[in-house]
């Protein structure tokens, strides 16, 4: 009785309002299934997932620019999409680096953190054929002319020890050896009487693991304790060279016989350059810079006039190491 017109056409359409979603999921079913014929196995294609999360992000953003935004709840939806963009950038990890990067799960978050803008390397990285121990001769420049003799090593970064694994230095042990080399020079300058004295140990112990470069406790056999805490870093290395620059916080607490102490905090900068000189070989330039005592708020509560945040040359040293057979 009707004639199948436009009309009647429009009408049908009205009472099914889902016709055209229909339709626009038909063509996407059929647009995802040539997607998947083309990345089957006899046409392998990497998938860049970074290039989706960057068109993830701008589809979400022209999708923002067309609501009606309270301007109160957009720093939340900044922070939020900062901490899911710090998650995905936690599973586009290697493999190999994972394995690499300890075996701990801090130790992964940590390393993965490293690469972030404004936080620098975990550790500073040598060349491997530096691993293993060395004597070392240290002569003082400023701000006394002062030799000091003592050892330091190398170790791997990695659980296993290969010789393509990164070295780093070994911290703790080579403060340790610093720490009663400064003290043994100290004493035998002060008073030759107590020369008997000299070789007893300075350091009682301390506290480092490669696998948390950042942090190392050291307690003097006085009671003493220090803290150094590395907060920032820059390292350049090459097959030969190797450059940093490091950034840390000293705590100190003396520990005195009746009066309880304050502990005294510093920010010092230390510079250092080294070169390969032969295999057997090693020298390096160091500075250390004071920082100033703004980082230590009992110090500046007494004497703003006496707070400086001017960097100070403290120590500039020489190096030159042997390698121990």
């Known amino acids: 009785k009707g004639s199948n017109g436009p009309s009647d056409m429009s009408a049908k359409m009205g009472r099914f309002p889902c016709f055209s979603t229909l339709l626009v999921c038909f063509f996407l079913v059929?647009?995802?299934?040539?997607?998947?014929?083309?990345?089957?196995?006899?046409?392998?294609?990497?998938?860049?997932?970074?290039?989706k999360i960057i068109e993830a992000a701008s589809q979400c953003e022209d999708i923002g620019a067309n609501d009606q935004i309270d301007e109160v709840?957009?720093?939340?939806?900044?922070?939020?999409?900062?901490?899911?963009?710090?998650s995905i950038l936690s599973l586009t990890i290697p493999d190999t680096a994972k394995a690499s990067s300890g075996s701990t799960v801090g130790e992964t978050i940590r390393r993965s953190a490293a690469n972030?803008?404004?936080?620098?390397?975990?550790?500073?990285?040598?060349?491997?054929s530096w691993q293993g121990s060395w004597n070392v001769?240290?002569?003082?420049?400023?701000?006394?002319?002062?030799?000091?003799?003592?050892?330091?090593?190398?170790?791997s970064a990695t659980p296993d020890s290969d010789d393509n694994g990164l070295i780093v230095a070994d911290r703790g042990f080579n403060?340790?050896?610093?720490e009663t080399a400064l003290k043994q020079q100290s004493s035998s300058a002060s008073s030759n009487s107590n020369n008997n004295n000299n070789n007893s140990p300075i350091v009682q112990s301390y506290e480092w693991v490669k696998t948390n470069p950042n942090d190392l406790r050291l307690v003097l056999v006085?009671?003493?304790?220090k803290d150094i805490k590395v907060t920032k870093r820059a390292t350049q290395m090459d097959d030969l060279t190797v450059q940093s620059s490091e950034y840390q916080r000293i705590v100190i607490d003396q520990i005195t016989t009746n009066v309880p102490s304050v502990p005294s905090i510093s920010a010092r900068r230390i510079l250092c350059q080294w070169k390969q000189v032969?295999?057997?070989?090693?020298?390096?330039?160091?500075?250390?810079?004071?920082?100033?005592?703004?980082m230590d708020p009992m110090r500046a509560a007494g004497g703003a006039a006496t707070t400086s945040s001017e960097p100070k040359l403290l120590t500039k040293s020489k190096l030159v190491l042997q390698r121990i057979s």
């Open 30 to 51: 059929s647009f995802h299934i040539r997607e998947v014929a083309a990345l089957s196995p006899s046409s392998p294609r990497p998938l860049n997932i970074q290039n």
């Open 73 to 86: 709840n957009r720093p939340r939806r900044q922070v939020l999409s900062s901490l899911a963009y710090t």
């Open 116 to 128: 972030l803008p404004g936080l620098g390397p975990p550790d500073v990285y040598y060349p491997p």
């Open 137 to 155: 001769t240290r002569s003082l420049q400023v701000p006394v002319s002062l030799q000091l003799e003592y050892k330091i090593r190398f170790i």
């Open 175 to 178: 403060q340790a050896a610093l």
């Open 222 to 225: 006085d009671g003493t304790r």
């Open 278 to 294: 032969s295999p057997n070989v090693l020298e390096a330039m160091e500075l250390v810079y004071d920082m100033g005592t703004n």
